[in-house]
T-cell receptor
Framework: EAGVAQSPRYKIIEKRQSVAFWCNPI?????LYWYQQILGQGPKLLIQ????????DSQLPKDRFSAERLKGVDSTLKIQPAKLEDSAVYLC?????????????FGSGTRLTVV | AQKVTQAQTEISVVEKEDVTLDCVYE???????LFWYKQPPSGELVFLIR??????QNEISGRYSWNFQKSTSSFNFTITASQVVDSAVYFC?????????????FGKGITLSVRP
């Protein structure tokens, strides 16, 4: 099966600019996750969708970050305006709703550099 | 927060050496799942192994083996006869459920360098 697709692979922007990342999960996976991985740290969950509804966004900085999952398939994560501390790898993952305990499948991530 | 602790930050070994990566977790749950993921330079997190809280049987899968001990809340991972391609960052992770929703939290990772 095709993996989790993410784009772009790399992005460099200036602070206060906006940026958007795209994710296409594995076909049929109802649950989609966005993680932020700052250099030298483990991934941290930003937001979790079940189909097109938000399940958990408790760690999403809502003043600047937003995410949507239209039609319960693709998802977009946006940052506006970006800050220097947003420099990180943004990982998208997906899982089957009833087999999440077998692990998530991760994409290759988008590496964001804010200068 | 219930943490996953990977006390080692960087390990360097020579090819063919065995290496053990340590992981200690906190949990208040009876049912949970433990994972090891590998992150090569390409950036993708690759699933390696999984263990549920009810099964403390330790296993070997090829060059990988793991030691799960609930009494010490540890889930250590061993690579036997390491190879240069094993060089990567390794993450231990714990999954628990809140209602019907899973939560996967990660440790900070261990950078493994295997020298030829």
């Amino acid at each position: 099966e095709a993996g989790v697709a993410q784009s772009p692979r790399y992005k460099i922007i200036e602070k206060r600019q906006s940026v958007a990342f795209w994710c296409n999960p594995i076909s049929g996976h109802a649950t989609l996750y966005w993680y932020q991985q700052i250099l030298g740290q483990g991934p941290k969950l930003l937001i979790q969708f079940q189909n097109n509804g938000v399940v958990d966004d408790s760690q999403l900085p809502k003043d600047r970050f937003s995410a949507e999952r239209l039609k319960g398939v693709d998802s977009t994560l946006k940052i506006q305006p970006a800050k220097l501390e947003d420099s990180a790898v943004y990982l998208c993952a997906s899982s089957s709703r009833y087999r999440a305990n077998y692990g998530y499948t991760f994409g290759s991530g988008t590496r964001l550099t804010v200068v | 927060a219930q943490k996953v602790t990977q006390a080692q930050t960087e390990i360097s070994v020579v090819e063919k050496e065995d290496v053990t990566l340590d992981c200690v977790y906190e949990t208040r749950d009876t049912t949970y799942y433990l994972f090891w993921y590998k992150q090569p330079p390409s950036g993708e997190l690759v699933f390696l192994i999984r263990r549920n809280s009810f099964d403390e049987q330790n296993e070997i899968s090829g060059r990988y083996s793991w030691n799960f001990q609930k009494s010490t809340s540890s889930f250590n991972f061993t690579i036997t006869a390491s190879q240069v391609v094993d060089s990567a960052v390794y993450f231990c992770a714990r999954m628990y459920y809140t209602g019907a929703n899973s939560k996967l939290t990660f440790g900070k990772g261990i950078t493994l360098s295997v020298r030829p």
